[in-house]
């Protein structure tokens, strides 16, 4: 089953022209910010000399207002926005997983208390609690990725949910019970397995997710803080010179959109590939 | 003749709440409504009756899948109908098992048949090289190769995974093994198969089967005793060949009469349910529960309701006209 659906997803991605440039996006996206590693300048070193400096070969992207190559920063702005998009999925995909095939698995009172713990973190609205929580604790870029799970596990556990309370119907399960298997045995091999599916198709929209949530976060100040970039922070420092180097806005926010873009292009073609009812492309083009 | 007796059902109820609101009411749906049968060592207890009417619940209350309601089970006279599921998981040992209808539900799509074989040894205790040892041999015996071990269930047709499904439940060696109609998804020819090859196990192993079907004439084939149930209730209940030659009960007689012949006048007339029957379960009023579809139902059938008593040797029935 497993080389079938990988062979329909290369299938997929082959036909579908927007899933092919948005894997080719991220692949190249995340290689540029492996490779950056091997960068021995200081991403961070000012040269007031050369502040604002129009984008020249020397200089791709120009520099910005401290006289840093904005490319670099860019690039190191990309590493930390992806780092965290995936860490912070990580998270919400680890909680929301837990919650969602605990409360389908054991029902009862156990299911109403994370159904509704998971209304409430869903009716307050995201961008409040996040700011709320993140002025209390220590800043950086953990905390950020915390904060972020945090929040953000409500959708995966109601998807998670509804899928174990039809697997806890069928046949196997109830066997596996019958002859003594621990419910914790049950739901780590049984369930899982069966599940992983929608895991990873929620995993790629939750990365889209995440890196839109913490470039809004930086945006806002209370995301990464300086010296450190993303690309939502680049996009905040370049509001006050906007009239002169326009470009600075422009080209994190093109990268965040593309980069969300991309990653919801994959997880729709995910969903096609596990779901084979619902077509990819249908729904964005 | 007691002394064989392997498992003996005493009033067996299992009730299904009904949730309308909270003010409301509480309903329980009756799917099983006090039931008694002794199964006997070593034969086949065929349990026949229309879908819906109790024969699943039936089989998997009496190991103990489902809690019961109340009522006695007694397996090797040892009460187990109250056991805790925590005692009774530690307790039965896997000397009960079940093979299921659906053989696509039954088996974890993702698991190799090697790993489906192995769980209920593993619950045992058992090393992995025992379990490989015993899941290669049941699958020869089964009729299939140690070259499966390594398949997963989706690349097996419905025969073969129900094949599976029968290996799985032998593992642990059982004496008793409920079979929750585990013919009725398949198809004619492999139907065939699967009973001979239950039939051949039964006799190689010494197992005792409860046989749940509504295909009348594999039951008849398969069983020593029949049991037919009625809106969860046994309405008639004996010998196999005495309850086929010589039906007693009136639903016993539509039932037999609704087996398709190829000599048409044989079937003598259509089977009338009333709608009152589509209400059973809830059993709205006293009485019996065949009494509104019964051609022979008088006034007082709908008063009380009859009890099953021997009107023949080895032929129990509980209607009132005997």
């Given at each position: 089953m497993k080389k079938g659906k990988f062979k329909n997803f290369r299938k997929e991605i082959l036909h579908n022209k927007g899933a092919f440039?948005?894997?080719?996006?991220?692949?190249?996206?995340?290689?540029?910010?492996?490779?950056?590693?091997?960068?021995?300048?200081?991403?961070?070193?000012?040269?007031?000399?050369?502040?604002?400096?129009?984008?020249?070969?020397?200089?791709?992207?120009?520099?910005?207002?401290?006289?840093?190559?904005?490319?670099?920063?860019?690039?190191?702005?990309?590493?930390?926005?992806?780092?965290?998009?995936?860490?912070?999925?990580?998270?919400?995909?680890?909680?929301?997983?837990?919650?969602?095939?605990?409360?389908?698995?054991?029902?009862?009172?156990?299911?109403?208390?994370?159904?509704?713990?998971?209304?409430?973190?869903?009716?307050?609205?995201?961008?409040?609690?996040?700011?709320?929580?993140?002025?209390?604790?220590?800043?950086?870029?953990?905390?950020?990725?915390?904060?972020?799970g945090m929040f953000s596990w409500m959708e995966i556990a109601r998807l998670v949910r509804a899928e174990t309370l039809t697997l806890k119907q069928r046949d196997y399960i109830q066997y596996a019970d019958f002859i003594g298997t621990s419910p914790w045995e049950i739901m780590r091999s049984h369930i899982v397995p069966s599940v992983l599916p929608t895991i990873i198709t929620a995993a790629t929209t939750a990365v889209a997710d995440a890196i839109m949530t913490e470039s809004a976060m930086s945006f806002l100040g209370i995301g990464v803080q300086a010296p450190m970039a993303s690309w939502g922070s680049l996009l905040q420092n370049a509001q006050a010179n906007l009239d002169n180097a326009f470009h600075m806005a422009v080209i994190p926010g093109v990268l965040i959109i593309l980069t969300i873009c991309s990653f919801n292009n994959l997880g729709n073609v995910f969903r096609a590939v596990a779901e084979p009812g619902s077509r990819a492309g249908e729904s964005n083009g | 003749m007691k002394d064989d007796v392997l498992i003996s059902v005493k009033n067996l109820k299992k009730y299904f709440p009904v949730r309308r609101g909270i003010l409301k009411e509480k309903k329980y749906i009756k799917a099983v409504d006090g039931v008694c049968i002794d199964i006997h060592k070593g034969e086949t207890f065929g349990l026949v009756g229309e879908s819906g009417c109790g024969k699943s619940t039936l089989g998997k209350c009496i190991i103990r899948m489902y809690d019961i309601t109340s009522g006695e089970i007694y397996f090797k006279n040892k009460e187990?109908?109250?056991?805790?599921?925590?005692?009774?998981?530690?307790?039965?040992?896997?000397?009960?098992?079940?093979?299921?209808?659906?053989?696509?539900?039954?088996?974890?799509?993702?698991?190799?048949?090697?790993?489906?074989?192995?769980?209920?040894?593993?619950?045992?205790?058992?090393?992995?090289?025992?379990?490989?040892?015993?899941?290669?041999?049941?699958?020869?015996?089964?009729?299939?190769?140690?070259?499966?071990?390594?398949?997963?269930?989706?690349?097996?047709?419905?025969?073969?995974?129900?094949?599976?499904?029968?290996?799985?439940?032998?593992?642990?060696?059982?004496?008793?093994?409920?079979?929750?109609?585990?013919?009725?998804?398949?198809?004619?020819?492999?139907?065939?198969?699967?009973?001979?090859?239950?039939?051949?196990?039964?006799?190689?192993?010494?197992?005792?089967?409860?046989?749940?079907?509504?295909?009348?004439?594999?039951?008849?084939?398969?069983?020593?005793?029949?049991?037919?149930?009625?809106?969860?209730?046994?309405?008639?209940?004996?010998?196999?060949?005495?309850?086929?030659?010589?039906?007693?009960?009136?639903?016993?007689?539509?039932?037999?009469?609704?087996?398709?012949?190829?000599?048409?006048?044989?079937?003598?007339?259509?089977?009338?349910?009333?709608?009152?029957?589509?209400?059973?379960?809830?059993?709205?009023?006293?009485?019996?529960?065949?009494?509104?579809?019964?051609?022979?139902?008088?006034?007082?059938?709908?008063?009380?309701?009859?009890?099953?008593?021997?009107v023949q040797s080895g032929h129990f029935v509980a209607c009132f006209h005997y």
């Open positions: 440039f948005s894997l080719v996006f991220l692949i190249l996206i995340i290689f540029t910010s492996i490779l950056i590693g091997f960068y021995d300048g200081d991403p961070d070193a000012i040269n007031i000399s050369n502040m604002l400096a129009k984008p020249s070969a020397q200089h791709w992207f120009g520099t910005d207002e401290l006289g840093r190559d904005y490319l670099i920063r860019i690039i190191y702005g990309g590493r930390v926005s992806l780092t965290v998009g995936v860490l912070a999925m990580l998270t919400s995909i680890i909680i929301g997983t837990t919650a969602g095939i605990s409360a389908g698995y054991f029902g009862g009172n156990i299911d109403s208390f994370i159904m509704r713990l998971s209304d409430i973190f869903s009716a307050v609205p995201w961008i409040i609690m996040v700011t709320v929580v993140s002025l209390l604790i220590k800043k950086g870029i953990f905390s950020i990725v915390l904060v972020i | 187990i109908g109250k056991l805790k599921s925590s005692e009774i998981k530690s307790s039965r040992n896997n000397s009960m098992q079940i093979v299921f209808q659906d053989p696509y539900s039954a088996l974890d799509p993702s698991w190799t048949v090697a790993k489906i074989l192995s769980e209920p040894l593993i619950q045992k205790g058992a090393s992995n090289k025992e379990c490989m040892e015993r899941g290669k041999y049941l699958l020869n015996k089964v009729g299939m190769t140690e070259m499966d071990m390594e398949r997963r269930p989706y690349e097996f047709s419905g025969g073969q995974r129900q094949r599976i499904g029968i290996a799985r439940a032998l593992m642990s060696n059982p004496e008793f093994v409920v079979c929750d109609e585990p013919i009725s998804a398949l198809d004619v020819s492999v139907q065939a198969q699967v009973i001979n090859l239950l039939k051949d196990l039964q006799e190689e192993f010494g197992l005792t089967y409860l046989f749940a079907s509504h295909d009348l004439s594999i039951v008849r084939y398969m069983s020593d005793w029949i049991g037919v149930m009625y809106s969860g209730k046994i309405v008639e209940s004996g010998y196999s060949d005495k309850v086929y030659k010589n039906p007693l009960h009136p639903y016993t007689k539509i039932l037999l009469d609704a087996i398709p012949s190829i000599y048409s006048e044989k079937r003598k007339k259509d089977i009338t349910i009333s709608p009152e029957n589509l209400d059973n379960f809830s059993n709205v009023y006293e009485g019996c529960p065949f009494a509104y579809s019964c051609e022979y139902a008088k006034e007082h059938c709908k008063e009380g309701k009859p009890l099953l008593q021997e």
